[in-house]
């Protein structure tokens, strides 16, 4: 069955400090793996993507990584600003196919 | 490049009337357009799939019936909740695919039914 799992489920953090969260998958063939952000009440908006001969992929303080061997990603954010407080959804694509996989997703708050 | 609009970005309605609202990609061709909902503390749960100029599908229990899509051109597609009622409350958001394995969300549409 084609899954998408993120830990941890929800994160505290404080402003300025830096935090990784995880993506495993069991999503097969696989295409590509994206990192998106969701504000509260917005769509879903897209940090990174990454194919399966890339094993990681900037986008400002956003550092993805992607390893297709273990079926495992991760999303680092550097110097967390109070803005970066949303849900993080890990989404996987299938090769050939529409289909995408969400993960529920991993909430983080940055307090002061 | 890649923009998803959806309009209205929220709506209030009284329980029994019917709900449009439509999902536009701005500055590409999307020949395959998603429609999915997201409810409090939840992931996106895809309800249908649209294609321009056919029906479209939908995912296992939901109500063609109620949710009625429409997918007239290359850059938008409508959503109709029809006869809607407070548990249709929720967050509707689509996605549009210029190709396989692609997809823009647009921004959602918050959805209450009084």
């Known amino acids: 069955k084609n899954q998408v799992e993120q830990s941890p489920q929800s994160l505290i953090i404080l402003e300025g400090k830096n935090c990784t969260l995880q993506?495993?998958?069991?999503?097969?063939?696989?295409?590509?793996l994206r990192w998106y952000k969701q504000d509260t009440g917005r769509g879903p908006v897209s940090l990174t993507i990454m194919t399966f001969s890339e094993n990681t992929k900037s986008n400002g303080r956003y550092t993805a990584t992607l390893d297709a061997d273990t079926k495992q990603s991760s999303l680092h954010i550097t110097a967390s600003q109070l803005s970066d407080s949303a849900s993080y959804i890990c989404?996987?694509?299938?090769?050939?196919?529409?289909?995408?996989?969400f993960g529920k997703g991993t909430k983080l708050s940055v307090i002061p | 490049g890649a923009v998803v609009s959806q309009h209205p970005s929220w709506v209030i309605c009284k329980s029994g009337t019917s709900v449009k609202i439509e999902c536009r990609s701005l500055d590409f061709q999307a020949t395959t357009m998603f429609w999915y909902r997201q409810f409090p503390k939840q992931s996106l749960m895809l309800m249908a799939t649209?294609?321009?100029?056919?029906?479209?599908?939908?995912e296992q229990g939901v109500e063609k019936d109620k949710f009625l899509i429409n997918h007239a051109s290359l850059t938008l597609s409508t959503l109709t909740v029809t006869s809607a009622h407070p548990e249709d409350s929720s967050f509707y958001i689509c996605?549009?695919?210029?190709?396989?394995?692609?997809?823009?969300f647009g921004p959602g549409t918050r959805l209450l039914v009084l």
């Open positions: 996605s549009a695919s210029p190709s396989q394995e692609t997809q823009y």
């Open positions: 989404v996987v694509s299938r090769a050939g196919s529409y289909q995408l996989t």
């Open positions: 993506c495993n998958y069991t999503v097969s063939p696989f295409s590509n």
């Open positions: 649209s294609n321009e100029g056919s029906k479209a599908t939908y």
